[in-house]
């Protein structure tokens, strides 16, 4: 079973707040991924990471930045959140050769 | 990275077998073909890849022409819980992923 956890699994926030989205995986995977995914749409690539102090901007433009510091933990921070940035916020881990990623349970962010 | 062409939606009648196919006419030597799918909402759960060869695994059967220009993805004996979006993707082991629009598949009862 995949060891991959995030925290929280729902927050509702206000227009401005500074948010951190937590992630870590057990499984001493060097590659590890934001995604972000709008209800019945794409999952679309925000940031990743080939492992310590290596981070990458994905596909999609985001406003949030992310830090490498330790090979389990992944975090995402929104500096000030705007109601845009309401969606689903996954995180994925994997070895570093190979592509079997393994998801966590996602969170769902709402901005007011 | 190579682009893949999977059709937007497909039925399958609950308990046969479900063909979701890919083309991927532009894929490297390096390039593996990885399946994932997602249900509803959770995050995506990987499935199978091949670089070559077929390959079968307890989940599904991963068919890859021999140019490798295009794949089949075989679920033997769909069931509604096999109701999902199915995404093919090329890309080599050692870089990252990136999600198309996959194929939405309904098993019908």
């Known amino acids: 079973e995949a060891d991959i956890y995030q925290t929280p699994r729902y927050l509702v926030i206000g227009t401005g707040k500074k948010i951190t989205l937590e992630c870590s995986q057990t499984?001493?995977?060097?590659?590890m991924y934001w995604y972000q995914q709008d209800p019945g749409m794409e999952l679309h690539l925000i940031h990743y990471?080939?492992?310590?102090?290596?981070?990458e901007k994905g596909d999609l433009s985001s406003e949030s930045t992310v830090s490498r510091i330790r090979t389990e933990h992944f975090p995402l921070t929104l500096e000030s959140a705007r109601p845009s940035h309401t969606s689903q916020y996954l995180c994925?881990?994997?070895?570093?050769?190979?592509?079997?990623?393994?998801f966590g349970p996602g969170t769902r962010l709402t901005v007011l | 990275d190579a682009k893949t062409t999977q059709p937007p939606s497909m039925d399958c009648a609950e308990g046969r077998a479900a063909n979701l196919p890919c083309n991927h006419s532009?894929?490297?030597?390096?390039?593996?073909v990885y399946w994932y799918r997602q249900i509803h909402s959770q995050g995506p759960q990987y499935i199978i890849h091949?670089?070559?060869n077929n390959e079968t695994n307890e989940m599904a059967s991963l068919i890859i022409t021999e140019d490798r220009k295009s794949s089949t993805l075989i679920l033997p004996h769909a069931t509604l819980r096999d109701t999902a979006v199915y995404y093919c993707?090329?890309?080599?082991?050692?870089?990252?992923?990136?999600f198309g629009p996959g194929t939405s598949l309904s098993v019908i009862p």
């Open positions: 994925a881990s994997s070895r570093t050769r190979g592509n079997e990623q393994f």
């Open positions: 990471s080939y492992g310590v102090n290596s981070t």
């Open positions: 091949g670089l070559k």
């Open positions: 532009t894929i490297s030597g390096n390039e593996y």
């Open positions: 499984m001493g995977h060097d590659k």
């Open positions: 993707i090329v890309t080599p082991s050692y870089d990252k992923v990136i």
